[in-house]
C-alpha cells in the first residue's frame, strides 16, 4: 500500500468557460506530466460544456493542479472552477481503488468531442 495514501485528498473539479474545443483537456494533462505531479485521476468533457476532473494525490500537488485549472491553454476563458472533497469514505475508497494504478490522463467517455 502507498504510504501516502492516507494523506491524500480525492477532489472533483467542475471548470466553466470556455474549456471546450480549446484543447483544455490536453493542456491539464500535459502539465501534470510535465510538471511531475504524484495525481491520478481523468479528465473529461460533459455534456453542458463544462470539463470535469476527478483528482486523487497530496494537497500540494492538488493546490498546483487547482492554480493551472484557472488559467488552461491560451485560448480558454475558465468563468469558475466548482471544488468538491470527497469526503465519503466509501467514495474515497472506490476512488482510490479506480485510479490506483492509472496516471492521470483524459477520458474520452461520455465526452462530446475528442480534442
Request: a neutral charge; proline letters at 3%.
Amino acid at each position: 500500500m502507498n504510504q501516502y495514501l492516507f494523506d491524500e485528498q480525492c477532489v472533483r473539479y467542475v471548470i466553466s468557460g470556455r474549456v471546450q474545443g480549446v484543447s483544455y483537456r490536453k493542456s491539464v494533462e500535459k502539465f501534470v506530466r510535465l510538471q511531475n505531479l504524484a495525481i491520478r485521476g481523468d479528465i473529461r468533457n460533459l455534456p453542458d460544456g463544462n470539463v470535469e476532473v476527478r483528482a486523487i494525490g497530496q494537497s500540494s500537488d492538488l493546490k498546483i493542479l487547482e492554480q493551472y485549472l484557472w488559467s488552461g491553454p491560451i485560448l480558454a476563458r475558465v468563468d469558475k472552477v466548482a471544488i468538491v472533497l470527497v469526503n465519503n469514505e466509501l467514495d474515497k475508497k472506490k476512488w482510490k481503488e479506480f485510479f490506483e494504478q492509472n496516471p492521470f490522463a483524459i477520458s474520452y467517455e461520455d465526452s462530446m468531442e475528442q480534442d
